[in-house]
């Protein structure tokens, strides 16, 4: 029933099929997919003239009235989306109509297990496999592509939004958040923590809405969040909204591991992106440095990756000023790039560095740490002078065996 052919002789004895199937409750389940798929299939490939298929789709839509929950299915919905960017004018209406102003949303299920529906927010990982979540894709996805269209049916949308229970409301609210931000700006739900999750699935987080979610996101970091989906948000209000004085976190909770994760992104970030002239990003990697002691290996780390970073001067005072939680550093093979090309200041940097990790006694003698001072004497060699080589091999006589620094000398002198 794909074939062009077919089409042509039996058009009407085609259609008729289609919509005995979809209004057959017991057919249409099992045969769903196969119906978008002749369907998709005579409207890519024009079997009908414009008319014709803003009928069929009309009709289909009226069908299936009562039976979004089946529709918005994984296997089901390959339509709605071809329709959303492919459809007329009055196909992506219909659409509209059956997603919004013929169905109630507290059908859609924002929960994979009922273990998740007892938390105080949707874990935004596990949210992603519910239908809510492809409700949320479908109709953003209208949103941006057909606004003109949408905005006729923005107000039975907040009012279906609305009759959510919280905890649901507020999730939606930050996903649709500009939508309701310029509909409902004095909306108390726009500024919590369940608001902030929905939002970190459609928007980055600018200046402009730090401030608004700073509670919000001082909350999650003092409850069980570990979910990577916001960890993009978290670590921009970290830096532009509050500090670690502000949040005044524990340092053993439960998602220790993920704040450390938090401020390891941090430091990438302050290395490698321009930050507005107020941030908090030193202030949060000084606490890292001396309340965790993965942080002082990671921050070494991005140090050498990112050795020709303007920012790289400030984290190596860091190092120097703080007292360390870490009791040791593994320096790893050096992060110098062939296709770059660094500076002496950079290669000094790199040097003041290791001088700064051997004066605090966080080196320690081993295979590995002979084996990292191999690698930085070879990269030091190619983008450095051999003063600086001699500098890094006044530290290394102290931390490998002599026969070791003799052959280091001989090779990179």
Known sequence: MTNKEEWKRNKKQVESFILKVIDDDVLVVPYLSS?????????????????EADKLISNYFQKLSGKQILVL???????????????????????????????????????????????KWIKPSEFVRTNAFSYCLLVRSIEQK????????????????????????????????????ENESSDPDLATMQCFLGFSHSYYLGQKNAKTFKDAAISLLKSKINDHYCSENLTREMIMAFSPKDAKLTTNGFNKAYIIGLIKDITSTFLKRELPDENNALLWINWGLKNFAQIANSVCHFITRYIDSKQVCHLIDLIKNTNLKAKQIYLGIANLKKEKTYTLDNIDNLITLIQILDSKTLLKPSGDLTVSFDSYLSEIAHFGSKKQVKKLLEITKTLVPKEVQKSFEEKYL
Not at 35 to 51: D, F, M, R
Not at 158 to 166: A, G, M
């Open 146 to 181: 057909h606004p003109k269209i949408f905005e006729k049916y923005i107000e039975p949308f907040i009012d279906k939004v609305n009759k959510l229970t919280s905890k649901e409301r507020r999730h939606i609210k930050g996903v649709f958040y500009q939508v309701f931000k």
């Open 73 to 119: 299915k994984i296997e089901n919905d390959e339509l709605l989306t071809y329709l959303v960017n492919n459809g007329s004018g009055n196909q992506v209406e219909y659409l509209c109509k059956f997603l919004i102003n013929d169905f109630e949303l507290v059908q859609l299920n924002f929960y994979i297990s009922d273990s998740e529906a007892k938390r």
């Open 35 to 51: 119906v978008n798929k002749i369907i998709i299939a005579s409207l890519k490939n024009e079997y009908l003239n414009t008319e």
